[in-house]
C-alpha cells in the first residue's frame, strides 16, 4: 500500500494549511464574532430606546427590568447565533460542491484510511491489547475485506465463538487470548465439532500469545487456520486500499 501524498493529487502543504485555516477564520466569524457584536449592538439600541421609559423606582421595578432585559439579551444573541449557523451551514455546503474541496476530501480520505491500516502492521499494536479490544479488532478486519456477520448463528454458549460468511462458505472463529499459548489437541477437537455442528466449513483460531509447534503437524488435513499476531499482520497486509 503506497501513502497517499498530497503532489499525488495536485495539492502543496501552502494550500492545505491555507484552506484550513481559511475554513476556520470564516466559521470563527459566522458562529462567534459577528454573532457577539450584532447582540451586543442590538441589547445597547434596546436599552437606550426604552430605558428613559421604564427607569426603575423600586426593587420590584428594577427586578422585572433585570428579567426583560435579559430575556432581549437572550434573544438579540440567539437569533443571529441561529441566522449565521444556518449561514455557515450555507457555506459549507457550497463549498462541498467545489473541486478543490472534493480533491482535498479525497486526499484526507485516504490518509486517514493509511493511517488506520498502518498501525494494524505493528506488531505492538496487537500485543498490547485486551482480549476484548483484540477480537473486536480481528472481526473489523474481517468485515473490511468483505466477510458477513452471521450473528443468528452464534451459539450464545461460547461468547469467545463467531460465524462468518464469505464466497458462500462459513467459517467458525474462536479466540484464544489467555496469556499463555495454545497448545491443547483436545480443545481443537473439541472446536472441530463445533464447527461441524454450526454447519461451517473452517475452523479460524486467533491467539495472541500463538500457538505450540506441535500443533502445526496435529491439524495437518484438518480444516483448521492458526492465526497469530504475525499471522493476523499477513491478513492485514492483503487489503488494499
Request: hydrophobic fraction near 40%.
Amino acid at each position: 500500500m503506497k501513502v497517499p501524498t498530497f503532489q499525488k493529487f495536485g495539492l502543496t502543504k501552502a494550500q492545505l494549511r491555507n484552506v484550513e485555516t481559511r475554513d476556520k477564520k470564516i466559521s470563527d466569524i459566522l458562529t462567534h464574532h459577528l454573532t457577539i457584536a450584532i447582540g451586543i449592538g442590538f441589547g445597547l439600541v434596546v436599552y437606550v430606546l426604552y430605558f428613559n421609559k421604564v427607569r426603575p423606582d423600586n426593587f420590584i421595578q428594577i427586578v422585572t427590568q433585570v428579567f426583560i432585559f435579559a430575556s432581549l439579551g437572550i434573544i438579540c444573541v440567539g437569533v443571529p447565533a441561529v441566522l449565521f449557523k444556518l449561514a455557515e451551514m450555507f457555506y459549507i455546503r457550497q463549498k462541498s460542491k467545489t473541486d478543490e474541496h472534493k480533491v482535498i476530501t479525497k486526499y484526507n480520505e485516504e490518509r486517514d484510511s493509511y493511517e488506520f491500516w498502518k498501525i494494524r502492521k505493528d506488531y505492538s499494536f496487537w500485543n498490547m491489547m485486551d482480549g476484548l479490544s483484540f477480537e473486536k479488532e480481528v472481526m473489523n478486519i474481517y468485515l473490511h475485506l468483505g466477510y458477513e456477520d452471521k450473528a443468528d448463528l452464534n451459539d450464545e454458549n461460547f461468547e469467545q465463538d463467531r460465524i462468518m460468511g464469505f464466497d458462500d462458505k462459513l467459517y467458525y472463529f474462536t479466540f484464544h487470548t489467555k496469556i499463555t499459548e495454545f497448545k491443547e489437541f483436545a480443545e481443537i477437537d473439541k472446536l472441530l465439532e463445533r464447527k461441524d455442528n454450526s454447519n461451517c466449513d473452517f475452523l479460524n483460531i486467533y491467539s495472541p500469545k500463538g500457538f505450540h509447534k506441535s500443533l502445526n503437524e496435529f491439524i495437518k488435513g484438518k480444516p483448521v487456520n492458526l492465526f497469530d499476531i504475525n499471522g493476523i499482520i499477513k491478513v492485514v497486509r492483503t487489503i488494499k486500499n
